[in-house]
């Protein structure tokens, strides 16, 4: 019912009411393997639906899906933006998913790109294909994130 009332877009009204009579919807995982949060940044729910799921169950921040995506991961493979990247990240999520890629392969901007150096994000870190956050900033034609890497 979460799920689908995340589908739908509906209001953080509805959310939290769905939510408030059946907590543990927080913690269900649909057929891909996501929790309601997955489903919300996939979307591109308000942040402030995003900011109540997150605070209601934290321990769904490092939950992966079927691929090995965290809610963080999905953020930035769809450029949710430096408030939501910083919401998602939670201390030594800088694991890898099924494709062997952390974090820092994903991101699409250069302040979620300064943001995930700072907090000790490695830079040099291949992925299944062998290929670096460089790669990836040089494919998306992303000269900026190429610099912030270098710095």
Same mark, same amino acid.
């Given at each position: 019912?979460?799920?689908a009332?995340l589908?739908?877009?509906?209001?953080? +009204?509805?959310?939290?009411?769905?939510?408030?009579?059946?907590?543990?919807?927080? %913690?269900?995982?649909?057929?891909? +393997?996501?929790?309601?949060l997955?489903?919300?940044?996939?979307? +591109?729910?308000?942040?402030?639906?995003?900011?109540?799921?997150?605070?209601?169950?934290?321990?769904?921040l490092?939950?992966?899906?079927?691929?090995?995506?965290? @809610?963080?991961?999905?953020?930035?493979?769809? +450029?949710?933006?430096?408030?939501?990247?910083k919401?998602? %990240?939670?201390e030594?999520?800088?694991t @890898?998913?099924k494709r062997g890629?952390? @974090?820092?392969?994903?991101?699409?901007?250069?302040?979620?790109?300064?943001?995930?150096?700072?907090?000790?994000?490695?830079?040099?870190?291949?992925?299944?294909?062998?290929?670096?956050?460089f %790669?990836y900033?040089?494919?998306?034609?992303? @000269?900026?994130?190429?610099?912030s890497?270098?710095?």
């Amino acid at each position: 019912m979460l799920h689908a009332a995340l589908e739908q877009n509906c209001s953080l +009204g509805t959310i939290a009411r769905i939510v408030d009579a059946k907590p543990r919807r927080l %913690y269900k995982l649909n057929a891909f +393997g996501n929790t309601p949060l997955h489903s919300a940044v996939a979307r +591109g729910a308000p942040f402030e639906v995003i900011e109540f799921l997150a605070k209601k169950a934290p321990g769904i921040l490092t939950t992966k899906n079927r691929r090995g995506n965290t @809610p963080l991961h999905i953020a930035l493979m769809r +450029g949710r933006g430096l408030t939501t990247i910083k919401l998602l %990240y939670t201390e030594g999520l800088d694991t @890898p998913n099924k494709r062997g890629r952390v @974090p820092l392969h994903l991101v699409s901007d250069e302040e979620s790109c300064l943001f995930l150096i700072k907090k000790n994000h490695r830079v040099i870190v291949v992925d299944k294909r062998g290929r670096t956050p460089f %790669y990836y900033a040089q494919k998306n034609r992303a @000269p900026e994130m190429i610099l912030s890497l270098l710095r």
